[in-house]
Structure formats: C-alpha cells, structure tokens
T-cell receptor
Framework: GNSVTQMEGPVTLSEEAFLTINCTYTATGYPSLFWYVQYPGEGLQLLLKATKADDKGSNKGFEATYRKETTSFHLEKGSVQVSDSAVYFCALSGASGTYKYIFGTGTRLKVLA | EAGVTQSPTHLIKTRGQQATLRCSPISGHTSVYWYQQALGLGLQFLLWYDEGEERNRGNFPPRFSGRQFPNYSSELNVNALELEDSALYLC???????????FGSGTRLTVV
C-alpha cells in the first residue's frame, strides 16, 4: 500500500546549522508530495508542496525536491533558526486515485540558540 | 477568508461518556477529513466526508463515527470513551479536487 517513511527524531541542531529531514514514500500512480509543520499547541500548516517529478517546493527558506527515481522528498534548510523548532510531517496525496493524505510519523526539530 | 474552525478547543470527558467534536470547513470546500494525533504518534486517518457522504474510513472501531451537514460542516462522535482516545483531533478541508488540505487547530480531547 501507500506509505510515507520519515527519519526518526528528535533532531537537535544549533542555530544556523544545515537541516535535512529525510522522507521516502511508496505509492502507486503519481502522488503529490507535501511537507507540513506543526508548532507547539497548534494544528498543521502547509510548508511546501510538489506535484510532479523534479518539482522543487520552497517556502521560508525550506526546500524539497520530488525525486521519483529515489522515491524521496527530503526537506532541507541552509540555516535554521530557533523559531523553526517544530514537528515536521511529510505527506502524500493522490496515489491510487484517492484524495486521502497519508502522513509520515513526524520528525521533531529542536534548534538551540 | 476564515480558515478551518474546530470546536471546542479542549474537551474533558469521563471514560464511557460520549464526545462530539465539530468542524467548519473553509468556504467552498466540500471535503472534510478527520485525523487523530495521539501523544508521541503521527496522524492517523479517521474519516473522510464529501458532499454529505462518508467516502473513506480509517482503521478505527465503529464507536468513532461522524457526519457531514448540508453546509459541509462536520461532526465527529466518539462513543464509549476509553482512556486511549485522549488525543488531538484534527480536521482538514479541501476543495472537491482533494488538492490542498487546510487544517484546523484541533480539539484536544482528554479522557479521565
């Protein structure tokens, strides 16, 4: 079936460090891929998305490229800030003709000043 | 434009009681999705409603049920509450195309 696998957290980085959160997926068809962010005590917010192979989604300094050959959608940021501390969820949608989103388990990021 | 609205923000119930959670989607969105986020776990898909019909259901017992009203708002009902039902319940809405979930801030249900 369709699934999303994220690297386990927590990930702890110093401010201005480089961030990579790995995400791989298994899906039939041609899903769209998403990264969502959840700040403490809040719901999920869409961070970025990509709808087809080789698309690069970007927002607030975060980037992720839809790699069909490696079935990956890794999240990267060149220089993290304390305010980036949150839980990040990778998700896919549109696989097998279903609109239901499938989420990874989430990766908690903690950025230290 | 108003976002997805969920109520109440917090809900405390006793084991065995029933809980009702509500969700108002973004105007123009016809699909509503419910997810459970238990502490330390990811999002587990509960239910999907579109045009008043239940379209898909996650791996949850029948005591989790819901409905969608003609104005596309939705209710999630949890009967015979158990301690492990304590979680953040998130609602999301999307246009008919299914593209572009927008989440509400969630209802935190605590069962004591």
């Amino acid at each position: 079936g369709n699934s999303v696998t994220q690297m386990e957290g927590p990930v702890t980085l110093s401010e201005e460090a480089f961030l990579t959160i790995n995400c791989t997926y298994t899906a039939t068809g041609y899903p769209s891929l998403f990264w969502y962010v959840q700040y403490p005590g809040e719901g999920l917010q869409l961070l970025l998305k990509a709808t087809k192979a080789d698309d690069k989604g970007s927002n607030k300094g975060f980037e992720a490229t839809y790699r069909k050959e490696t079935t990956s959608f890794h999240l990267e940021k060149g220089s993290v800030q304390v305010s980036d501390s949150a839980v990040y969820f990778c998700a896919l949608s549109g696989a097998s003709g279903t609109y239901k989103y499938i989420f990874g388990t989430g990766t908690r990021l903690k950025v230290l000043a | 434009e108003a976002g997805v609205t969920q109520s109440p923000t917090h809900l405390i119930k006793t084991r065995g009681q029933q809980a009702t959670l509500r969700c108002s989607p973004i105007s123009g969105h016809t699909s509503v999705y419910w997810y459970q986020q238990a502490l330390g776990l990811g999002l587990q898909f509960l239910l999907w409603y579109d045009e008043g019909e239940e379209r898909n259901r996650g791996n949850f017992p029948p005591r989790f049920s819901g409905r969608q009203f003609p104005n596309y708002s939705s209710e999630l009902n949890v009967n015979a509450l158990e301690l492990e039902d304590s979680a953040l319940y998130l609602c999301a809405s999307s246009p008919l195309s299914g593209y572009g979930y927008t989440f509400g801030s969630g209802t935190r249900l605590t069962v004591v």
